[in-house]
């Protein structure tokens, strides 16, 4: 799943830089020559959640697990993070201790140990609704799959550093490639609600990802890996001066997040008590 915690899919680089597709748009007397994936997602209009992806940047497409699916990722999932020989325990909140927990980011995210490898990521990353969701953004059946980490947050449990790092939008996706590139997913096996740990994006911002980087970055500094933090001053850039405010997506268990790598988002705490599973 994608950048850290989620299930992040690309297109074959070979679709994406030589295939030339040939469609019609809405108005059948102009053909178009479109030369990626990502280009003729752009271009098209949907009737379904594929048009909030393309407009909002985000979306939340319901219902790709049903309960007991739900169940059994989350037991496994907080099974593999009780198998470290900790005194952890899930139902002893005493437990929830960041000293407890195997080795993780600032944000909550597990990516180290091969958990991208285990059995039930697989299963999961591989469950036929989350690879339908994907199929229908770039229609295929022959994705590519980042492999990164699953988030668990123990309210509670965070630990001096990550408590420092409250806010920490970024975008997924290299200043060199401009175009829509990749989505980004998240399995929530948990619930989002207001008060729970959750994503949070900038609606719209991919769309002025070209503008973004163009004007308020150093060109000569410009990175290829796909992931660029946000200074304060470039997050009140889109706040203040193109009016783009955060915005907190609620979901629930069962559902998976979908969002183009170029929206800005980052994530936060919970201030309920529920333990934040997503893969
Ligand atoms: O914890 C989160 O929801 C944010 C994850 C994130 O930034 C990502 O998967 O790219
Ligand atoms: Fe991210």
């Known amino acids: 799943m994608s950048t850290s915690t989620t299930t992040t ?8 830089d030589t295939t030339v597709f040939e469609f019609k748009t809405q108005d059948s007397s102009k ?16 009737q379904d959640w594929r048009q909030q ?19 059994h990722y989350r037991n496994e999932m907080l099974n593999w993070i009780t198998s470290f020989g900790t005194p952890l325990k899930i139902d002893d909140k005493s437990t929830w201790k960041y000293d407890n927990l195997p080795a993780h980011s600032l944000h909550n995210i597990y990516a180290l140990y091969s958990v991208s490898h285990e059995k039930f990521f697989w299963d999961l990353r591989s469950e036929p609704k989350i690879r339908e969701a994907f199929g229908k953004v770039w229609e295929t059946d022959e994705l590519l799959v980042s492999f990164d980490g699953i988030n668990i947050n123990f309210p509670g449990a965070t630990g001096g550093l990550a408590k420092s790092a409250k806010s920490w939008q970024h975008v997924d996706q290299s200043p060199f490639k401009q175009s829509f590139q990749c989505v980004q997913g998240i399995a929530q096996l948990s619930n989002a609600g207001p008060k729970d740990g959750g994503l949070v994006v900038y609606p719209k911002s991919h769309k002025h990802f070209i503008e973004f980087v163009e004007t308020q ?25 193109l009016g783009i405010k955060p915005y907190k997506v609620e979901a629930e268990p069962g559902d ?15 201030e309920s008590d529920e333990i934040r599973t997503i893969a």
């Open 9 to 16: 899919t690309e297109v074959k680089p070979g679709i994406a």
């Open 217 to 241: 970055l150093d060109k000569s500094k410009w990175l290829h890996k796909d992931w660029l933090m946000l200074t304060d001053e470039q997050v009140k850039w889109f706040e203040d001066d």
């Open 256 to 270: 998976l997040i979908l969002w183009d790598s170029r929206t800005i988002h980052h994530a936060v705490l919970a």
């Open 31 to 46: 053909q178009q020559h479109i030369k990626t994936a990502g280009d003729k997602f752009e271009s098209q209009d949907y």
């Open 53 to 71: 992806l393309k407009e909002e940047g985000f979306v939340v497409v319901k219902n790709v697990l049903n309960k007991e699916q739900v169940q």
